[in-house]
């Protein structure tokens, strides 16, 4: 069974930092390409960050680049988000997305709220 867990959401003030993480589980994480999207409130589920399968390769839509990283660990089997100079428009949930030749995974999401 393919399980996907996210971690280390929370809330900070604006211009703080989060890292957050990725625990996949029941596929082979080294042939999957890993992405985190957000859900804001009212809002649809857009793509934050894409990673290609063997980590050499990354894609951030406007709103985030040069703010947000992601990276991962394939011997870990994980999958991380680093979010620097967060700001309020950053709120919402992060979900952690797995896709690969046969099928796709998402995570339950966990959230982040910016705010002073």
């Known amino acids: 069974q393919v399980q996907l867990v996210e971690s280390g959401g929370g809330t900070v003030p604006p211009g703080e930092s989060l890292r957050l993480s990725c625990l996949a589980s029941?596929?082979?994480?080294?042939?999957?390409?890993m992405s985190w999207f957000r859900q804001g409130p009212g809002k649809e589920r857009d793509l934050v960050a894409r990673?290609?399968?063997?980590?050499?390769?990354?894609y951030y839509p406007a709103s985030v680049r040069g703010r947000f990283i992601i990276s991962r660990d394939n011997a870990k089997n994980t999958v991380y988000l680093q979010m620097n100079s967060l700001r309020p428009e950053d709120t919402g949930v992060y979900y952690c997305?797995?896709?690969?030749?046969?099928?796709?995974?998402w995570g339950q999401g966990t959230s982040v709220t910016v705010s002073s």
């Open positions: 029941g596929l082979t994480f080294r042939t999957t390409v």
């Open positions: 997305n797995g896709q690969w030749i046969r099928g796709e995974a």
């Open positions: 990673i290609t399968s063997d980590g050499t390769d990354a």
